[in-house]
């Protein structure tokens, strides 16, 4: 047998090959009931992040940034923005769905699959003859794949690489991919060059860089393109992009189960493990939140009458969103201390909260002085598939009242139906009159019908504000 001929064997055997064949198998079966409507929601999901941040001035600065980086007008829709060609477009718009923090995310991947999965298919959209069922497939190939590389490069990874960067730049080429209609071998290709693009530090928190965050999806997303263009115009890329001896796993430190890469295919679609986000910062802190919110509802502690609040959580999500107390804010989405005694003075946390702080406010200051926040080893050790975190709150006279979160409002065990997501999406995005949202919403709840796989399946760019 030729070396040649062997080494196609060997590499037909490899977890990646596995997870291209369930691609394309993927693609030739009926989709599932409940893998359309929770599409329809994933597409929603992305809307509203996008709407919530479109007149931010750091959306401007990111349709700026598109245009210096890819200049020229095009087809393709830009949220609050003239159309550009489709890579500038979703650059653009997978930065723009990142700035709230409010992009869904995924307990084990520990990452945004939406942004990296949705913002390069529309893009295309605009410019490809693409069905409804193309999207479909395409944005569900885009999960597939970030969540499952996400898993496999594990909590060690996510600790020091922020994985919406890192897998999400594979998840975005095999969206990109699908919606270019790449045979297996070269959605193969495509992969292994979106992987050697990889790259996203968590340095950035570190140096307080915090309004460059979401240049990670928007890098992730133009790289996937690009990775899926390269491919259909026949580069070869890397084949064991993750399992490999100079791979993502070896080399970005990797510790997660490798075998995410290719069993489980016979379970739903990891769109369906996805997270929608209940709260408008970063999802590290969403279990003392919920935990804060079911003590307000069941007990009303008047925040002047608290004595203390202890916040007792998993080690990893200081790593990420460790911000004692924001100077601006764009650190406001991680600090646990600021959405915690925000919740607790104002009994709601809203996008307000997060775009004009009042971060010298007597009363909040009073509240968060009060709040001690330590981590507990054994909470670490349910991480990443649950997020274990406490909060006891003692009132001046005495009382104590306690409560423990696990899981995160909007997981998997826990999700909102369609109309809660349709209040979201105002919630969110107090900016979206009534028009805009019925439009948004019914293009939405189209992918969740089989009848309508032949229509077109571009968004009208009315959808883009």
């Avoid at 969540?147 to 919406?164: C, D, I, K, M, Q």
């Avoid at 969206?175 to 060059?193: E, F, T």
């Avoid at 679609?269 to 929608?276: P, Q, Y």
């Amino acid at each position: 047998m030729k070396d040649s001929s062997l080494n196609e064997i060997i590499m037909e055997h490899l977890p990646e090959a596995a997870l291209v064949r369930h691609l394309d198998a993927l693609q030739r079966r009926p989709i599932p009931s409940a893998t359309r409507a929770r599409l329809a929601q994933a597409l929603l999901d992305w809307f509203t992040a996008g709407w919530s941040a479109l007149a931010l001035p750091a959306a401007d600065t990111l349709r700026r940034l598109a245009g210096d980086c890819m200049p020229g007008a095009g087809p393709a829709p830009v949220f609050g923005g003239a159309g550009m060609a489709a890579p500038a477009a979703a650059f653009a718009n997978a930065g723009i769905a990142h700035l709230r923090e409010i992009d869904d995310a995924h307990r084990a991947a520990m990452l945004h699959p939406g942004v990296v999965a949705v913002s390069p298919v529309l893009a295309l959209a605009a410019i490809e003859p693409l069905t409804q069922r193309r999207v479909a497939d395409a944005v569900i190939a885009g999960y597939e794949v970030a969540l499952r590389v996400g898993e496999a490069l594990g909590t060690r990874h996510a600790a020091g690489f922020h994985a919406t960067a890192t897998a999400g730049a594979v998840g975005a080429a095999a969206a990109a991919g699908v919606a270019l209609g790449l045979p297996p071998a070269a959605l193969h290709h495509a992969m292994g060059i979106g992987a050697t693009q990889a790259a996203g530090l968590w340095q950035l928190v570190d140096d307080e860089a915090h309004e460059s965050k979401s240049l990670h999806p928007a890098f992730a997303v133009r790289n996937g393109i690009a990775a899926a263009y390269a491919a259909r115009a026949g580069l070869p890329g890397a084949r064991a992009f993750v399992t490999g001896r100079r791979g993502l796993h070896a080399l970005l430190g990797g510790d997660g189960p490798l075998e995410a890469l290719d069993i489980g295919f016979e379970a739903a679609e990891r769109i369906n493990t996805a997270t929608i986000k209940a709260w408008p910062c970063c999802a590290q802190l969403f279990t003392p939140l919920d935990a804060a919110r079911a003590l307000i509802d069941a007990h009303q502690p008047v925040p002047e009458q608290i004595a203390s609040i202890e916040v007792l959580i998993f080690p990893h999500a200081l790593k990420i969103a460790g911000v004692d107390w924001p100077a601006k804010p764009a650190e406001t989405c991680f600090s646990l201390r600021y959405v915690l005694a925000t919740l607790l003075l104002k009994q709601g946390l809203g996008i307000e909260d997060m775009e004009s702080p009042d971060l010298r406010s007597p009363a909040l200051l009073a509240l968060a002085r009060k709040i001690s926040v330590a981590t507990d080893d054994g909470f670490q050790r349910a991480f990443p598939q649950k997020r274990p975190s406490r909060v006891t709150i003692t009132m001046q006279d005495g009382r104590s009242f306690s409560a423990l979160r696990e899981l995160r409002r909007g997981d998997p065990e826990d999700p909102f139906d369609w109309d809660q997501l349709q209040a979201r999406m105002r919630a969110f995005a107090p900016g979206m009159d009534d028009a805009a949202a019925r439009r948004v919403s019914h293009w939405c709840a189209g992918f969740a019908e089989a009848d309508r796989d032949a229509d077109v399946g571009a968004p009208p760019a009315a959808l883009f504000g």
